[in-house]
């Protein structure tokens, strides 16, 4: 498995801004991705972050609301812009191993964000 | 269509107990891998068992045990003498081969065992 971090581990912040969260992996990884989910919901998957190329997002999410990054094959951001309350939800980030068996996933610790 | 069902929105049960909660899943794909996570009340995701679609053999880990079906489309959970420290919600998920990993989450479970 892998140690998987994320900033902040939870903000409250205010609507009309914007947060970035960061996740860093202790290894290199073959694909990481981002979900979100909100208040008593399941998962959904926002996007795959591709390395040095443009992430690929899921139906019902675009780039200009959540942009990420993906530097690296161990470190990930995603912004969540012009916050509004129902932007409200744990963010995930999630990574494949490379070398692993294929689709063994794992979950960093979330993001638990609050918007007034 | 790919979808994951969780009927069980909440179980309740006394310490001891057996408890099995239920997954049903539709895919058109014959390569497709089956998981259940485990998310305590701090959030984190715990990976708890990955099966691919060929490999039909039940599992068992502890107190944990899963049964695979491809008949009924099912890939159910069982705890054996369930523990407080069991409670939590469960999420059950498929993905596909050729889809680069992404999970589809079914609706989880909330599973609260009462001493």
């Known amino acids: 498995s892998a140690v998987i971090s994320q900033k902040p581990s939870r903000d409250i912040c205010q609507r009309g801004t914007s947060l970035t969260i960061q996740c860093q992996v202790d290894s290199q990884v073959t694909m990481m991705f981002w979900y979100r989910q909100q208040p008593g919901q399941s998962l959904t998957l926002i996007a795959t972050a591709n390395q040095g190329s443009e992430a690929t997002y899921e139906s019902g999410f675009v780039i200009d609301k959540f942009p990420i990054s993906r530097p690296n094959l161990t470190f990930s951001t995603l912004t969540v812009s012009n916050m509004s309350p129902e932007d409200s939800s744990i963010y995930l980030c999630?990574?494949?191993?490379?070398?692993?068996?294929?689709?063994?996933?794992?979950f960093g610790p979330g993001t638990r964000l609050t918007v007034l | 269509a790919q979808k994951v069902t969780q009927a069980q929105t909440e179980i309740s049960v006394v310490e001891k107990e057996d408890v099995t909660l239920d997954c049903v899943y539709e895919t058109r794909d014959t390569t497709y891998y089956l998981f259940w996570y485990k998310q305590p009340p701090s959030g984190e995701l715990v990976f708890l068992i990955r099966r691919n679609s060929f490999d039909e053999q039940n599992e068992i880990s502890g107190r944990y045990s899963w049964n695979f079906q491809k008949s009924t489309s099912s890939f159910n959970f069982t705890i054996t003498a369930s523990q407080v420290v069991d409670s939590a919600v469960y999420f059950c998920a498929l993905s596909y081969y050729n889809q680069g990993g992404k999970l589809i989450f079914g609706q989880g479970t909330e599973l609260s065992v009462k001493p």
């Open positions: 999630s990574v494949r191993m490379t070398g692993s068996s294929y689709n063994e996933q794992f």
